[in-house]
């Protein structure tokens, strides 16, 4: 018989200190000639050495809707990003969405594995001509002479990278790990998602790190952490997602499990970061001191199992699939309707009156099989077939109509839309959900701005998603290094073309 005990999930978020008071910044960063932003910060001591060779960046990204001058509240914050595929990435844009200079280290042969993700990909010129006129466009006075052979912008590579810098650095070669270690250095900010002890051999390990620079905040984010028998195994957001419950509880009952349609398992844990991040960052302003952030796929998606773990840890009740359904709110899910189908949500006993007097069938409500949530739920199938029987007969246009239209309280009800219903919705324009931005490769594109406003509006994005290698010049300038230096770490294959 299971026995009820005080288990709780713990943090998901591992935060080790470092044992240094933050000393500033490295010297290389100190002689940048980039303009000095007299603004407030997180950091007392730093100079923010963000380049502003590209005067059009910010000008090149514009909101669909109307929206006054945001500060960005990471202004100055400088964040080496080492991470690929989708959680790393996803954190470090939110850090960029709030002005963090966010530079994306990637290998010289074909960068992040997403940049070869597709279809889709953004089109690409197809001339000399069209590709200037397109770099000129977005602020870039020079498209890169090797533009044809940089792959295409894959569409999966630009949903989780506007707003940052790209350098190509091989760190297998001496050349290219001393360029890295002098960005480590300069950086108020590092996330990493290798395996556990591979960055250690190129000296980019935390320990190694935090010795270069002791006030370095220092994240790690991995398939199932740091530590522990599983440490050193790779994961994916699906193997994660099968291997830490949620595929169980996706799916209908008699069905075999499915994944979800996108990476939730991979976007919860870059949410996560992303506020141990900024959590850290306010305790460096307090203490003078970095950490180490371990984060991994498989903690983030036990911890977003939510109710189910609880009804679990607290009752013993094993989780199951339920399709659209709620396993413990009824009626909560998809229903069909003469020409489609509609979700419906009445959460509690007053919504579920709301209900039946919109589906003209008020007796519902006092019937003692269903009088409180547990009793519908406990009569589950008879009420879905009673509700099924009554939404049948008109179409999920009329019923949307009637239920917008009705009195209130009004209740919550919705059509399943697609991805051009979502888009061409009136609240997604209204609250200006997607913003133009203009690529120097792709041309004009739209991206989804960040889901959260600030300070009255949304937050104007800096710039668009980077080409690969896009910024090797300008980053390894304001690092101190001269032209002769550049193509020099160039023609040894250090940095990529």
């Given at each position: 018989?299971?026995?009820?005990?005080?288990?709780?999930?713990?943090?998901?978020?591992?935060?080790?200190?470092?044992?240094?008071?933050?000393?500033?910044?490295?010297?290389?960063?100190?002689?940048?000639?980039?303009?000095?932003?007299?603004?407030?910060?997180?950091?007392?001591?730093?100079?923010?050495?963000?380049?502003?060779?590209?005067?059009?960046?910010?000008?090149?990204?514009?909101?669909?809707?109307?929206?006054?001058?945001?500060?960005?509240?990471?202004?100055?914050?400088?964040?080496?990003?080492?991470?690929?595929?989708?959680?790393?990435?996803?954190?470090?844009?939110?850090l960029s969405d709030l002005?963090?200079?966010?530079?994306?280290?990637?290998?010289?042969?074909?960068?992040?594995?997403?940049?070869?993700?597709?279809?889709?990909?953004?089109?690409?010129?197809?001339?000399?001509?069209?590709?200037?006129?397109?770099?000129?466009?977005?602020?870039?006075?020079?498209?890169?002479?090797?533009?044809?052979?940089?792959?295409?912008?894959?569409?999966?590579?630009?949903?989780?990278?506007?707003?940052?810098?790209?350098?190509?650095?091989?760190?297998?070669?001496?050349?290219?790990?001393?360029?890295?270690?002098?960005?480590?250095?300069?950086?108020?900010?590092?996330?990493?998602?290798?395996?556990?002890?591979?960055?250690?051999?190129?000296?980019?390990?935390?320990?190694?790190?935090?010795?270069?620079?002791?006030?370095?905040?220092?994240?790690?984010?991995?398939?199932?952490?740091?530590?522990?028998?599983?440490?050193?195994?790779?994961?994916?957001?699906?193997?994660?997602?099968?291997?830490?419950?949620?595929?169980?509880?996706?799916?209908?009952?008699?069905?075999?499990?499915?994944?979800?349609?996108?990476?939730?398992?991979?976007?919860?844990?870059?949410?996560?970061?992303?506020?141990?991040?900024?959590?850290?960052?306010?305790?460096?302003?307090?203490?003078?001191?970095?950490?180490?952030?371990?984060?991994?796929?498989?903690?983030?998606?036990?911890?977003?199992?939510?109710?189910?773990?609880?009804?679990?840890?607290?009752?013993?009740?094993?989780?199951?699939?339920?399709?659209?359904?709620?396993?413990?709110?009824?009626?909560?899910?998809?229903?069909?309707?003469?020409?489609?189908?509609?979700?419906?949500?009445?959460?509690?006993?007053?919504?579920?009156?709301?209900?039946?007097?919109?589906?003209?069938?008020?007796?519902?409500?006092?019937?003692?099989?269903?009088?409180?949530?547990?009793?519908?739920?406990?009569?589950?199938?008879?009420?879905?077939?009673?509700?099924?029987?009554?939404?049948?007969?008109?179409?999920?246009?009329?019923?949307?109509?009637?239920?917008?239209?009705?009195?209130?309280?009004?209740?919550?009800?919705?059509?399943?839309?697609?991805?051009?219903?979502?888009?061409?919705?009136?609240?997604?324009?209204?609250?200006?959900?997607?913003?133009?931005?203009?690529?120097?490769?792709?041309?004009?594109?739209?991206?989804?701005?960040?889901?959260?406003?600030?300070?009255?509006g949304k937050m104007p994005?800096?710039?668009?998603?980077?080409?690969?290698g896009q910024h090797n010049?300008?980053?390894?300038?304001?690092?101190?290094?001269?032209?002769?230096?550049?193509?020099?770490?160039?023609?040894?294959?250090?940095?990529?073309?």
């Open positions: 018989m299971f026995a009820p005990s005080a288990t709780v999930l713990r943090p998901v978020t591992r935060i080790t200190p470092s044992s240094h008071a933050w000393i500033g910044r490295g010297p290389a960063f100190r002689q940048c000639t980039a303009k000095i932003v007299a603004s407030s910060r997180l950091t007392s001591t730093s100079l923010d050495c963000r380049s502003y060779s590209n005067t059009s960046d910010a000008a090149s990204a514009s909101n669909e809707a109307p929206q006054a001058s945001i500060p960005q509240p990471l202004a100055g914050i400088r964040v080496l990003d080492l991470t690929r595929i989708l959680a790393g990435p996803a954190s470090t844009m939110l002005g963090a200079d966010v530079i994306k280290v990637e290998h010289p042969k074909g960068g992040d594995d997403t940049r070869s993700w597709g279809p889709p990909f953004a089109p690409a010129p197809q001339s000399d001509q069209e590709a200037l006129a397109v770099a000129q466009k977005a602020g870039v006075s020079q498209p890169s002479p090797h533009w044809k052979d940089l792959p295409p912008e894959s569409a999966y590579f630009l949903c989780v990278n506007r707003g940052k810098r790209s350098i190509t650095v091989d760190m297998k070669k001496p050349e290219g790990r001393e360029v890295l270690h002098n960005l480590v250095k300069a950086a108020d900010v590092l996330v990493e998602n290798y395996l556990p002890g591979k960055l250690k051999s190129y000296g980019l390990d935390y320990d190694s790190c935090n010795k270069l620079n002791p006030g370095l905040v220092y994240a790690s984010i991995t398939g199932y952490g740091q530590t522990g028998p599983y440490a050193t195994s790779p994961g994916y957001d699906v193997v994660i997602a099968a291997d830490a419950g949620l595929m169980h509880i996706t799916g209908e009952a008699d069905r075999p499990p499915v994944k979800i349609g996108v990476a939730m398992t991979d976007l919860t844990t870059g949410l996560y970061t992303h506020g141990a991040i900024m959590a850290a960052l306010l305790g460096r302003a307090k203490t003078g001191k970095g950490v180490h952030i371990d984060a991994s796929l498989f903690e983030s998606q036990i911890a977003s199992l939510a109710n189910i773990a609880s009804n679990y840890l607290v009752a013993g009740v094993e989780a199951g699939r339920h399709g659209t359904a709620h396993p413990s709110i009824a009626p909560y899910q998809v229903f069909p309707t003469k020409d489609g189908f509609i979700m419906i949500g009445a959460g509690n006993d007053g919504q579920f009156k709301t209900l039946t007097r919109l589906l003209g069938a008020p007796k519902l409500a006092t019937d003692p099989r269903f009088l409180t949530n547990g009793d519908r739920v406990a009569n589950r199938d008879v009420l879905i077939s009673l509700l099924n029987d009554l939404l049948s007969q008109q179409t999920s246009e009329q019923w949307l109509d009637l239920f917008r239209n009705a009195p209130p309280p009004h209740f919550p009800v919705a059509p399943i839309r697609d991805m051009r219903g979502t888009f061409e919705h009136p609240q997604t324009q209204a609250r200006g959900m997607t913003q133009i931005m203009n690529h120097p490769r792709a041309g004009e594109i739209k991206v989804v701005s960040p889901a959260v406003s600030y300070g009255g994005l800096s710039r668009p998603p980077p080409v690969l010049d300008e980053v390894l300038s304001e690092l101190g290094y001269s032209n002769a230096d550049i193509a020099r770490l160039r023609q040894e294959g250090a940095i990529g073309q």
